[in-house]
């Protein structure tokens, strides 16, 4: 069973920048389309960015698009979360998810994914 743990969260100041790492605990991440999400207090979760499991397809929503990137390095089994020009509404606990086949027109939606890693805090604050 595949397991994945996210990593690199902190506090950063505005325009500001973090990269995530979300890396399997065993297999490798090729077989999988990855999927980052966030939930920030009292909002619902909202898909944040995806990634094909060939690299060639990406997903960003719009809120993000042109500051986060979204990356993966196969032999790490780890796929990353560039996050640049931070702003305090980027705050929120980050999640990334895994499922083995979907199409890339669905990947931002939370319950298409099987499994979750257990979140990693961002604030972005003064």
């Known amino acids: 069973q595949l397991e994945l743990v996210e990593s690199g969260g902190g506090l950063v100041q505005p325009g500001g920048s973090l990269r995530l790492s979300c890396a399997a605990s065993?297999?490798?991440?090729?077989?999988?389309?990855i999927g980052w999400f966030r939930q920030a207090a009292g909002k619902e979760r909202e898909g944040v960015s995806c990634?094909?499991?060939?690299?060639?397809?990406?997903k960003y929503a719009d809120s993000v698009r042109g500051r986060f990137t979204v990356s993966r390095d196969t032999a790490k089994k780890t796929v990353y979360l560039e996050m640049n020009s931070l702003k305090p509404e980027d705050t929120a606990v980050y999640y990334c998810?895994?499922?083995?086949?979907?199409?890339?027109?669905?990947?931002?939606?939370?319950?298409?994914?099987?499994?979750w890693g257990q979140g990693t805090q961002v604030t972005v604050s003064l």
């Open positions: 998810a895994a499922r083995r086949t979907m199409s890339l027109n669905l990947c931002d939606v939370g319950p298409n994914y099987d499994i």
């Open positions: 990634i094909s499991r060939d690299s060639m397809g990406s």
């Open positions: 065993a297999s490798s991440l090729e077989a999988y389309v």
